[in-house]
């Protein structure tokens, strides 16, 4: 698609705004934003550019409201789609109610729907009439759980993230993909890299028996398997096995698995997050009971 404009000036409400896709190449406006999520979300970025980008109004340097743009290509059963989805939504205390938000929202949308298979977003539960006022609708996400499995004689050796190496290593078996999954993200090593180096550091693995590298938590006692890429003839119960510590142990899968015969499918629900889908475009969620793997939310 042709690239959309930056740095231009907007009038909302009486008050003018610059306008900016390309926060990455002025430190200021990259500083501000990072000062406005640590506050707004608790997070901050090394970088932004490329698949993960930031669309902010800003007032005298200073970023006053942002919606983020994250491309992510997705294969459903090895059909590729390019998805957008809308993160990082926020608006500095002394800019709200001023059409901000909405404004970015429009103009985003507008942007990208005709250049896109998919728009959509996750939400907190204060924000859940916002947004179908620009044409997007909740929709329900199915999880799948994988009982009966019992550990292996070996186990999946612990990665450390603060070794380049292992880092490689992840991003080298995400690129051939995930043989388990029926819709799996691909090409966005920027969000990966994000997840293994942050969120997700303490929990990285790799099976070098079945050569492949797992991510995967332990939440108040239930193991999460949140990701496996790499090429492997292995039937899915026995790389788990690689992650299980009891017998006849119960793991929840952190993405939708091709072959679902005799796994456990529930309703995916994840405290104070909606899923939002555009009602623009495809949306294999209408037919088909997935979830957007645990690795993909921006």
């Not at 998805?83 to 404004?103: H, P």
């Not at 920027?190 to 990285?204: D, V, W």
């Not at 088909?288 to 690795?295: H, R, T, V, Y």
Request: proline share 3%; aromatic share 14%.
């Amino acid at each position: 698609m042709e690239k959309l404009r930056s740095g231009f000036t907007v009038e909302i409400s009486g008050n003018g705004y610059v306008f900016s896709n390309q926060i990455g190449m002025d430190r200021n406006l990259f500083e501000s934003f990072n000062k406005l999520s640590k506050g707004t979300f608790g997070l901050s970025f090394e970088r932004v550019g490329g698949e993960y980008e930031p669309h902010v109004l800003a007032q005298d340097g200073k970023v006053c409201a942002n919606v983020s743009v994250n491309q992510i290509p997705f294969y459903h059963r090895g059909h590729r789609k390019l998805y957008i989805q809308l993160g990082t939504v926020m608006t500095d205390l002394d800019f709200r109610g001023k059409g901000l938000s909405r404004w970015l929202m429009e103009y985003i949308i507008e942007k990208w729907k005709s250049n896109c298979d998919v728009i959509y977003l996750f939400a907190n539960d204060s924000v859940l009439d916002f947004y179908p006022k620009f044409g997007f609708s909740k929709t329900f996400e199915y999880e799948y759980k994988q009982s009966g499995i019992n550990p292996n004689g070996t186990k999946g050796q612990k990665l450390q993230a603060s070794d380049e190496g292992n880092i490689h290593l992840v991003l080298e078996k995400y690129k051939q993909g995930n043989p388990f999954s029926a819709f799996y993200m691909a090409e966005n090593q920027g969000l990966l890299s994000f997840y293994c180096r942050g969120l997700m550091k303490e929990n990285l693995y790799y099976s070098s028996k079945y050569d492949v590298v797992i991510i995967a938590e332990n939440k108040d006692g239930q193991i999460r398997c949140c990701d496996i890429w790499g090429e492997t003839d292995a039937e899915l119960r026995d790389v788990l096995g690689e992650i299980s510590s009891e017998a006849e142990e119960e793991i929840l899968l952190g993405f939708t698995p091709l072959n679902t015969e005799g796994l456990i499918c529930q309703k995916h629900c994840e405290e104070n997050t909606t899923l939002f889908v555009h009602s623009d475009g495809y949306c294999p969620f209408k037919t088909n009971k997935l979830m957007f793997p645990i690795i993909s939310h921006a």
